[in-house]
């Protein structure tokens, strides 16, 4: 079995300031790593997602994500917001070996980027 | 375009009601899954099916049911809505079975059980 925690429910930033939002994950298996966003009334879409290779994996609208094996973590980060980013994100993962594709799904961050 | 769609997207019921939530998608996927979102537990699995005549409950599934009679659709049911049941609701769908691969998120179901 898996768990996904991320650390901070809510991050408030100024717009064009850095933001990290932190992932750590449990698990006794390999498994993939997805950060997925959920902006305001909508449902949830794909951002980035580590599969194998390099540790640094880049998603759109401006973000990345660093896979650390030993730290189990998987930190999304992006080096300037912008309002539009307002939007609460998620971190899931999945069990590499399973036959399917189910998700588990850490709590969410919302993300409020202030002018 | 392809999309995954939910209806209805707000429903107010009433406890020991019956209650379905429709979910319809045009990608031709095998793959589909239910969800619930509360603050601060994410998204929890409740069904998911990997083709028709298939379903599998997920780590949520008490009191929900789900049947997949088409490709195209998964309704759940909820057999006697309770208010702990109050939540929204998402559908997603997915190519095919591999860990990898990205799933797709209908715009969900916000249910109120009074």
């Known amino acids: 079995a898996q768990s996904v925690t991320q650390l901070d429910s809510q991050v408030p930033v100024f717009e064009e300031a850095p933001v990290e939002l932190r992932c750590n994950y449990s698990?006794?298996?390999?498994?993939?790593l997805f950060w997925y966003v959920q902006y305001p009334n909508q449902g949830l879409q794909l951002l980035l997602k580590?599969?194998?290779?390099?540790?640094l994996v880049k998603g759109i609208n401006g973000f990345e994500a660093e896979f650390n094996k030993s730290q189990t973590s998987f930190h999304l980060r992006k080096p300037s917001v912008h309002i539009s980013d307002t939007a609460e994100y998620f971190c899931a993962v999945s069990d590499q070996a399973a036959a399917g594709n189910k998700l588990t799904f850490g709590g969410g961050t919302r993300v409020l980027v202030k002018p | 375009d392809a999309e995954i769609t939910q209806s209805p997207r707000h429903k107010i019921t009433e406890t020991g009601r019956q209650v379905t939530l429709a979910c319809h998608q045009t990608?031709?996927?095998?793959?589909m899954f239910w969800y619930r979102q509360d603050l601060g537990h994410g998204l929890r699995l409740i069904h998911y099916s990997y083709g028709v005549q298939d379903t599998n409950k997920g780590e949520v599934s008490d009191g929900y049911s789900v049947s997949r009679s088409n490709t195209e659709d998964l309704p759940l049911t909820l057999e006697s809505a309770a208010s702990s049941q109050t939540s929204v609701y998402f559908c997603?769908?997915?190519?095919?079975?591999?860990?990898?691969?990205?799933?797709?998120f209908g715009p969900g179901t916000r249910l109120t059980v009074l």
């Open positions: 580590y599969l194998s290779g390099s540790t």
């Open positions: 997603a769908s997915s190519e095919v079975s591999l860990a990898y691969n990205e799933q797709f």
């Open positions: 698990s006794s298996v390999s498994v993939y």
């Open positions: 990608w031709n996927h095998n793959n």
